[in-house]
Each structure stands twice: as C-alpha cells, then as structure tokens.
T-cell receptor, first 113, second 116 residues
Framework: AQSVAQPEDQVNVAEGNPLTVKCTYS??????LFWYVQYPNRGLQFLLK??????LVKGSYGFEAEFNKSQTSFHLKKPSALVSDSALYFC???????????FGKGTTLSVSS | GAVVSQHPSWVICKSGTSVKIECRSL??????MFWYRQFPKQSLMLMAT?????????EQGVEKDKFLINHASLTLSTLTVTSAHPEDSSFYIC????????????FGPGTRLTVL
C-alpha cells in the first residue's frame, strides 16, 4: 500500500535561513511525488512534482525538492525562507497504476522575522 | 493554467438537512474528479473517486448513501451530504484530472461545511 510520512508536525525557521520540510514515501514501483501548500481556509496550491528525470526538481516560489530513491525521500527545500512562506505543506504520492493522491499528514512551516 | 472552482465556499446548515457542493473544472475537461475531506490541522482524506458517467468509487469507511456523488458531465461533479449532522462539519476539497494527463491534479479552493 502507498503511504507518505511527514515526520515533523511543525518546522520553525528564521527569515533568510534555509528551510527543509521532510517527506518519506512507500510505494510499489516508481513513485509520482508532489508537494502542495495550503494557506488557512484555502485549497491546495501545487508547488512541484517529480515524475521522472533529474532528481532535483524546481518549483514555484523558489522551492525545490530532491528525490532520493535509496532513502525513499522527497524533502522540500528553499535556500532563503520568507515570512510569507508560513503555511501548511503537504507531501503526496501516487504509484504509476493509481490515480488518487495519498497525502502525508502535513507540516506547518512557521517563518519568523 | 487549469482552474477548479467550488461552490459554495462556506455553508452553514441545520442538522438533518442536505447540502450540495459543486466542483467545476472551468477551462478543461475532467474525466476524473476526487473528493477529499480535511479536519482542522489534519491531512486530506480521500473520500471517493468520481468518473464522468459512471458511479463513484468510495474509499473504505465512507458511507455512499450519506455522501452522494454525481459526475454528470466532464466539467461538473457534485457532492451531496445527506441528513447532515455536526460530525459532518469539515472542509471538503475536490480535485480534477486533465483528460489524458492522469498524473496531474488540480484542486478547488475548498468548501467549509458547518452543521449546527
């Protein structure tokens, strides 16, 4: 069965510092991996995805993620955090045969000024 | 880009009434739509997968008679919460897949349901 783990409920960083939001996954076959961001009382906004190709994926708002097959991880990163990055971040996975996304529990990112 | 809308964005109803939530793909045809439920500060839980012109596929534990899903066209899916109760209060989010591009999903803004 597919699953996604986000081990941190909350990540706190100071503005200007690099940030990492962790995600590990379990799926049979090759994974399709996604990161979404959610602001309060809003739907999900797509940040980036890994389907195939380069392990380092660049997405919206300066975010990037690195696919690591041996560690089954897909951590979200940003070199310099902004206060406006504060939100709830979800990692999601789907296997090649599936259609629906399976989401992690979410990680709240708090960036302080 | 592909846009998905939901209506209403917020609804408050009395216990025992039914509420219909619409999910529309505005600028593309969606053969598949998904309905998720999200409790405060929790992840999205898939409720059902809806394919145009056929019956929805419900996830285990989701009552199909309580959460009626209709996907009558390639741009519209509806979720009706029948005989709503306070425990049905939640944030409901739909997503839609582009026809022929099943690995891409676009999410609606969500509908907050409060049952008194």
């Amino acid at each position: 069965a597919q699953s996604v783990a986000q081990p941190e409920d909350q990540v706190n960083v100071a503005e200007g510092n690099p940030l990492t939001v962790k995600c590990t996954y379990s799926v049979s076959g090759n994974p399709y991996l996604f990161w979404y961001v959610q602001y309060p009382n809003r739907g999900l906004q797509f940040l980036l995805k890994y389907i195939t190709g380069d392990n380092l994926v660049k997405g919206s708002y300066g975010f990037e993620a690195e696919f690591n097959k041996s560690q089954t991880s897909f951590h979200l990163k940003k070199p310099s955090a902004l206060v406006s990055d504060s939100a709830l971040y979800f990692c999601a996975v789907r296997d090649q045969a599936g259609t629906a996304l399976i989401f992690g529990k979410g990680t709240t990112l708090s960036v302080s000024s | 880009g592909a846009v998905v809308s939901q209506h209403p964005s917020w609804v408050i109803c009395k216990s025992g009434t039914s509420v219909k939530i619409e999910c529309r793909s505005l600028d593309f045809q969606a053969t598949t739509m998904f309905w998720y439920r999200q409790f405060p500060k929790q992840s999205l839980m898939l409720m059902a997968t809806s394919n145009e012109g056929s019956k929805a596929t419900y996830e285990q534990g989701v009552e199909k008679d309580k959460f009626l899903i209709n996907h009558a066209s390639l741009t519209l899916s509806t979720l009706t919460v029948t005989s709503a109760h306070p425990e049905d209060s939640s944030f409901y989010i739909c997503s839609a897949s582009l026809q022929g591009a099943w690995n891409e999903q676009f999410f609606g803004p969500g509908t907050r349901l409060t049952v008194l």
